[in-house]
């Protein structure tokens, strides 16, 4: 069994940053890519940004100069840093993974999410 546990949501003055990060743990052979995806209320969820253990980075227009995503391959951790927070930025924020659990072997994992609002 796998487990993503997500921390750093929370309120924020548009403008303000905020750092969320996801530490995976459990049964792990190798992980292959981390990201971050967000669902506003009425809309679908969206990716926000992704990395792969190598370090190639995916990252949404609507976020990109905004946001940055960093791995720790040790620790098995992916965050993401929100600068210049806007009120569209407003959201739940799901910490996505794609674990090994033995050679040959992936499954997409998901948090529980993290709210991020962003408000005056």
């Known amino acids: 069994q796998v487990q993503l546990v997500e921390s750093g949501g929370g309120l924020v003055q548009p403008g303000g940053s905020l750092r969320l990060s996801c530490a995976a743990s459990?049964?792990?052979?190798?992980?292959?890519?981390m990201g971050w995806y967000r669902q506003a209320p009425g809309k679908q969820r969206e990716l926000v940004a992704a990395?792969?253990?190598?370090?190639?980075?995916n990252t949404a227009n609507s976020v990109k100069d905004r946001f940055f995503i960093s791995m720790d391959n040790a620790k098995n951790t992916v965050s993401l840093q929100m600068n210049s927070l806007k009120f569209e930025d407003t959201a739940v924020y799901y910490c996505?993974?794609?674990?090994?659990?033995?050679?040959?072997?992936?499954?997409?994992?998901w948090g529980q999410g993290t709210q991020v609002t962003v408000s005056s």
């Open positions: 996505n993974a794609d674990i090994s659990i033995r050679r040959g072997v992936s499954w997409d994992y």
């Open positions: 459990g049964n792990i052979f190798s992980i292959n890519t």
């Open positions: 990395i792969t253990s190598g370090g190639s980075t």
